[in-house]
C-alpha cells in the first residue's frame, strides 16, 4: 500500500512531525541502498572516533549507552510510538538488560529543543545495540550515519509499508562543516567543495575564515568605538552649552524682570503725577466758572431791583415821580455805566497734555543694552584650506555674544623683523569666517580677531598662524632621466620657505581623453623622485608641493618615454675643449689649437682626458644606447664611477670600462680597455653606430656593432656603484648619441 511522498503516515500513533520526508523503500533491501548519506559515512567516523579516542574506554561504552538509550526515548516520541508498547519493550528491554538497569521508565512525552535534537544523532553508542538491532557491521566509529539506518529499521519494522528519515537541518549541516566556502559566505562540508555545487568556488578552513571575521569584526569594533568616543565627546560639548544657554536665560530673564519692574514703577508715577495735575486744572476751572456764575446772579437780581422799582415810580404822582426818577436816572446809569463780564474765565475742554518719556526711554534702551563680547578664539589652521594666495581663517566665540561685526587682522611672519615694523592689514567681515587674499605663496601670516556691537569692542584674541600653500614646482625637463621601468623626475621648487612634501602625478600620454590620475607618488621630501613605471609607454607627468595650508597647483607637465634607457649628459664634467648641442645629445671637438695652458686639476670635470659623462638613470637593471661615429674618429666610450679620477685617460683605472678605437696609417686599433689591460681582439668591419648594453643584474657591459648585429666584447665586472656613461674625442670632430631607445632583439642575448 502506497502513498504519495509528502504524505505523512500514521503508525499507531499521533501524526509525525512535519519535518519528517517518506520515501517508497523495500524494507529488505540492502544496507547500501537504505544508506541515504553514504558519501560522508567516513568523515563522520573519523570525527566520532577522534571524539571517541579522547574519553577512557568504559566511560565512552557507558557514555554510548546512554546517548543511545536518549535517542530511542527521543525518536519514539518524535515519531509518535508511545503507543507501539511491543516494539518499546522489546527494543528497551534489551538494553536495560545489558545496562545492569532493572526497570526502565515507560515513555512520556517530553520538549526538547530541536537544536539539541539535531545535535543529539552525532552521540554514538556500541556494538552491542547495532546487533540487536540487526544491523551488521555497526561500529563506534560511524554512530551517526548507523544510527539512522537503525532508526529506519526500527519504523520500518513498525510500519512494514513506509521507511522515513529526518532531514538534517541547515544548523545540523553547519556544526558538521568543516570548510568555509568563500563564493557562497557559508560553512559547507569537504565533500562539497569535491563532487557538489561548490567544486569550483573557493574555499578555505574554517579556522582562518573564523580568524578573518573576527579581525573584521574587531576591526569594525574599533571604529565603532571610535565614534562612540566622538559622540561622546560631542555629547559633552553640547551638555556644556546647553547649561550655558540655561544660565544666560537666567541672567536675561532676571535682568528684564527688573528692568519691567523699574519701568512700570516710572509710568505709575508719571501717572500719578499727570491726575494729579489735571485735578488741580479741574478744581481751577470750576472754582473760576463758578464765581463767574455767582457775580451773573448778582447782576440779575440787581436788574430785576431796578425794574421792579422803575415800575412803582411809573405809577406815583408827577410831583413824586420826578423825583424819584432823576434819583432813579442817576441809579441806573450808574448801574450801566458798571461793566459786567461775560466772557468764560474757564474753558470746559483741557489741553493735550505731552508727556515726557526720556526716562522710560532710557530705560527700556538699558534694556536692549547688551555688554561688550568676550574675546573670540581663533580656530587652528584646516590641513588643505589654503591656496597660494589666499588662506580661510575661522574662530569662533566662547558663548552667546551679540556681535555685529569683527575685525579680522593679519600681517606676515618674518624672522628677524620686528612686529611693529611689519605692515598690518584689517578686515571688516560678520560671519566667523573669511577668506583673506593677495597672499604670498608658501608664506606664514599672522591672524588676530576682535568682535563688536553698539556697547563696544571685544579684547584681542590670541594670534593664529596660518600659512598659504606652496607655488607650483618647476619640473627641470632636460635632467629627467628614465629607463624601461622607471624615470627619475628632478624639479626646483618654486618658493623660498622650504616645504613639507611634493606628490608626483602620472597620467598616460596615450589617452589624453582620460583626465584622471593613474598613480601619484605622495612624501617626497625632496625635489626629486624615482618613480617605478610600465615598459614602453609615455607619461605626463605633473609635480605639486604640499605644506600645511594644502597642495599647490600642478606643475607644467613633462613627458617621458619608457622605451629605453634615457639620459643628458652633465655639462659640469665637460672638458673644456669639448662643446655640446643644444638638445645635449652631440659632443663637438673644434679643429682649434691646443691653449697654452693645461686646464687645472678639478675633482667634477675632466682636465687630461678630452671627455664628458652622462647622467644615467640610478636603476639596476638591463640599459642600453647607441651613438654615431666616423671611420676615422678617436673615440674612446664606455662607462666610469662618478669618482673616477678626472686626470687620467678612460680605462686607464679600475674605475671604468671602455673601448677606444684609433686610426693611423689607414688602419683602425680597437681596445677594450679596464685598468689600463685589453684583451687581444681584432675587428675585421669598422662600426659607425656602436651600440652598449648594461646589465646590471648579470654583471655585464657589453659592446655591438649595430648595423650588422655583430656583439665585439663583453666585460664581466661586478658593479657596486652605479656607472655613468662615458664619451671622449682625442681628435676633432664630432659625436652623436641615441637614447631612448628600445633594446635591439640581438642584444637580448648577451
Not at 578686515?427 to 604670498?440: D, G, W
Request: negative net charge; aromatic residues 8%; hydrophobic residues 30%.
Amino acid at each position: 500500500m502506497e502513498e504519495e511522498a509528502g504524505e505523512a503516515p500514521r503508525l499507531g500513533g499521533p501524526t509525525a512531525p512535519k519535518d519528517l520526508r517518506f520515501y517508497h523503500r523495500d524494507l529488505y533491501d540492502s544496507e547500501d541502498r537504505l544508506r541515504i548519506f553514504p558519501e560522508d559515512t567516513r568523515m563522520q567516523r573519523e570525527v566520532v572516533q577522534a571524539e571517541m579516542s579522547r574519553k577512557p574506554g568504559g566511560a565512552a561504552r557507558g557514555t554510548a549507552q546512554r546517548n543511545l538509550e536518549e535517542e530511542v526515548d527521543e525518536l519514539v516520541h518524535l515519531y509518535g510510538l508511545e503507543d507501539d508498547h511491543e516494539l518499546g519493550d522489546e527494543f528497551v528491554g534489551e538494553n536495560a538488560l545489558r545496562a545492569g538497569v532493572s526497570e526502565y521508565p515507560p515513555y512520556a512525552p517530553r520538549r526538547r529543543d530541536p537544536a539539541r535534537e539535531q545535535r543529539d544523532w552525532h552521540l554514538g553508542g556500541a556494538p552491542a545495540e547495532a546487533e540487536d538491532l540487526g544491523l551488521a557491521g555497526w561500529s563506534p566509529a560511524a554512530p551517526c550515519q548507523d544510527l539512522r539506518d537503525a532508526y529506519r529499521y526500527v519504523q520500518g519494522r513498525a510500519s512494514e509499508e513506509y521507511e522515513c528519515y529526518v532531514i538534517p537541518e541547515e544548523e545540523d549541516e553547519e556544526e558538521a562543516a568543516d570548510v568555509f566556502c568563500a563564493t557562497c559566505r557559508k560553512p559547507i562540508r569537504a565533500f562539497e567543495k569535491v563532487f557538489g555545487e561548490h567544486k569550483d568556488h573557493e574555499v578555505t578552513p574554517l579556522t582562518k575564515a573564523l580568524e578573518s571575521a573576527k579581525g573584521e569584526i574587531h576591526k569594525n569594533m574599533y571604529k565603532l568605538e571610535k565614534q562612540i568616543i566622538e559622540m561622546e565627546n560631542f555629547a559633552s560639548h553640547l551638555e556644556e552649552v546647553f547649561i550655558t544657554v540655561e544660565e544666560n536665560f537666567g541672567r536675561q530673564e532676571q535682568n528684564f524682570e527688573s528692568h519691567y519692574n523699574e519701568i512700570l514703577e516710572t509710568l505709575a508715577q508719571k501717572y500719578e503725577e499727570k491726575i494729579q495735575a489735571l485735578g488741580e486744572k479741574k478744581k481751577e476751572k470750576l472754582e473760576a466758572l463758578y464765581g463767574q456764575l455767582i457775580s451773573c446772579g448778582e447782576n440779575l437780581d440787581t436788574c430785576k431791583e431796578l425794574m421792579e422799582t422803575i415800575e412803582e415810580i411809573c405809577h406815583e404822582e408827577k410831583v413824586d415821580f420826578i423825583k424819584d426818577a432823576v434819583a432813579m436816572a442817576d441809579r441806573l446809569g450808574k448801574f450801566l455805566r458798571t461793566k459786567t463780564d461775560v466772557e468764560i474765565s474757564a474753558q470746559p475742554d483741557f489741553e493735550d497734555q505731552t508727556l515726557d518719556f526720556s526716562d522710560v526711554e532710557q530705560l527700556m534702551d538699558s534694556i536692549h543694552s547688551i555688554p561688550a563680547p568676550s574675546a573670540p578664539v581663533i580656530n587652528p589652521q584646516v590641513p588643505n584650506s589654503a591656496t597660494g594666495s589666499s588662506v580661510r581663517v575661522c574662530w569662533s566665540l566662547y558663548s552667546d555674544d551679540t556681535v555685529e561685526s569683527y575685525q579680522l587682522s593679519y600681517r606676515p611672519v618674518r624672522d628677524g623683523s620686528p612686529r611693529e615694523d611689519q605692515a598690518e592689514f584689517t578686515v571688516t567681515v560678520k560671519e566667523t569666517y573669511c577668506s583673506v587674499t593677495n597672499l604670498v605663496p608658501n608664506t606664514q601670516y599672522e591672524f588676530w580677531v576682535t568682535a563688536q556691537n553698539r556697547a563696544g569692542s571685544s579684547p584681542t584674541s590670541e594670534c593664529a598662524v596660518y600659512m598659504t600653500a606652496p607655488s607650483p614646482p618647476i619640473i627641470k625637463s632636460k635632467e629627467i632621466r628614465s629607463c624601461e621601468e622607471a624615470a627619475l623626475i628632478c624639479w626646483d621648487s618654486g618658493n623660498l620657505n622650504p616645504v613639507d612634501s611634493y606628490t608626483v602625478e602620472l597620467t598616460q600620454a596615450e589617452t589624453p581623453e582620460a583626465s584622471g590620475v593613474t598613480e601619484s607618488v605622495v612624501g617626497i621630501p625632496n625635489c626629486e623622485s624615482l618613480v617605478q613605471l610600465q615598459p614602453r609607454q609615455s607619461y605626463t607627468i605633473y609635480v605639486r608641493a604640499l605644506n600645511v595650508g594644502g597642495p599647490s597647483a600642478r606643475s607644467k607637465p613633462a613627458t617621458v618615454h619608457t622605451t629605453g634607457s634615457f639620459f643628458h649628459l652633465n655639462k659640469d664634467t665637460c672638458h673644456p675643449w669639448l662643446t655640446i648641442s643644444e638638445d645635449g645629445f652631440t659632443v663637438v671637438r673644434s679643429e682649434r689649437k691646443a691653449p697654452a695652458k693645461e686646464p687645472l686639476p678639478s675633482n667634477s670635470c675632466f682636465t687630461r682626458c678630452v671627455a664628458v659623462m652622462g647622467n644615467l638613470i640610478p636603476v639596476r637593471g638591463r640599459h642600453y644606447w647607441e651613438f654615431e661615429v666616423d671611420e676615422c674618429l678617436d673615440y674612446t666610450v664606455g662607462v666610469a664611477f662618478e669618482d673616477v679620477p678626472k686626470q687620467e685617460d678612460l680605462g686607464a683605472n679600475c674605475l671604468s670600462w671602455c673601448m677606444r678605437h684609433t686610426f693611423a696609417s689607414l688602419r683602425h686599433k680597437y681596445e677594450f680597455l679596464h685598468n689600463r689591460t685589453t684583451p687581444d681582439i681584432r675587428i675585421t668591419v669598422s662600426p659607425k653606430k656602436i651600440g652598449i648594453l648594461l646589465d646590471y643584474e648579470n654583471s655585464k657591459l657589453s659592446f655591438f656593432n649595430v648595423d650588422i648585429s655583430q656583439h665585439l666584447y663583453t666585460f664581466s665586472c661586478q658593479f657596486h656603484r652605479f656607472v655613468h656613461p662615458c664619451f671622449s674625442l682625442e681628435k676633432p670632430g664630432c659625436l652623436k648619441i641615441h637614447n631612448g631607445i628600445s633594446m635591439p632583439k640581438h642584444v637580448t642575448f648577451y
